[in-house]
């Protein structure tokens, strides 16, 4: 009998094994890496085997072990804080891949910006296509990446914007509130609960699981 793989759960360690949960069009593969416990996300579209990385944060040499021999068509960076784009020049001289990052951050990332994403671009990859939500607050620019799956529930990549238990860091209460401001209008104003959400650190959680804290995580203000 061959072996079973293992149910996604979403649960990544640094230098553990990638975490595979496979849709109907699409694949995605979650790696942690670095020193602040980056999660990297392999998205594979399953008609074409075509291939973009979200965030190269770091340890290149994973990340082209989990990348192997399938076309990386480009890298989607969440947001300009170093940690996020660490290993993206080594990735994109490996493969040839081209940069996607917000618009608003490109001038914080020291790799060339092929592709500048704003509020609604989309990115397709064969027969995947992914939509831009930016947000700002965490940094100017700060963005995540949304898959309608047309079989299932929405998959948010949501880099530093949203974690299970609040929305990301920032530095003035005026980014405070342009952060969560986005987050409640363009995630639990606009999207179901049974959306998944997978941040740039950590586990992940779902929309519904977060929905009830909005108005604990304003009070507080982070």
Not at 124 to 152: E, K, L, N, R
Not at 159 to 177: A, I, Q, Y
Not at 189 to 196: G, I, K, Y
Request: glycine letters at 14%; a negative charge.
């Amino acid at each position: 009998m061959g072996s079973m793989v293992p149910m996604y759960i979403g649960d990544t360690t640094v230098g553990g094994p990638a975490q595979i949960r496979k849709l109907p069009q699409l694949t995605i593969s979650k790696i942690s890496v670095g020193s602040f416990n980056n999660n990297s996300y392999l998205l594979r579209c399953t008609n074409t085997g075509m291939q973009v990385l979200i965030d190269a944060a770091a340890e290149p040499d994973r990340l082209l072990t989990l990348i192997g021999h399938g076309e990386l068509m480009g890298v989607l960076t969440t947001h300009g804080h170093p940690d996020h784009w660490g290993a993206l020049a080594e990735v994109i001289n490996a493969t040839g891949a081209r940069s996607y990052a917000p618009a608003a951050d490109v001038t914080m990332i020291s790799v060339n910006t092929d592709h500048a994403l704003r509020q609604g671009s989309t990115v397709t990859f064969g027969a995947v296509t992914v939509q831009v939500i930016t947000t700002g607050g965490h940094t100017p620019g700060a963005s995540m990446f949304i898959y309608q799956d047309p079989f299932g529930h929405g998959h948010l990549f949501s880099g530093d914007c949203l974690f299970p238990g609040g929305v990301g860091k920032t530095s003035t209460p005026e980014d405070f509130s342009t952060l969560f401001s986005a987050v409640q209008s363009q995630v639990f104003d606009a999207l179901p609960d049974t959306t998944w959400v997978y941040p740039g650190h950590g586990a992940d959680t779902h929309v519904g699981k977060e929905r009830g804290s909005l108005g604990e995580w304003l009070d507080r203000g982070w």
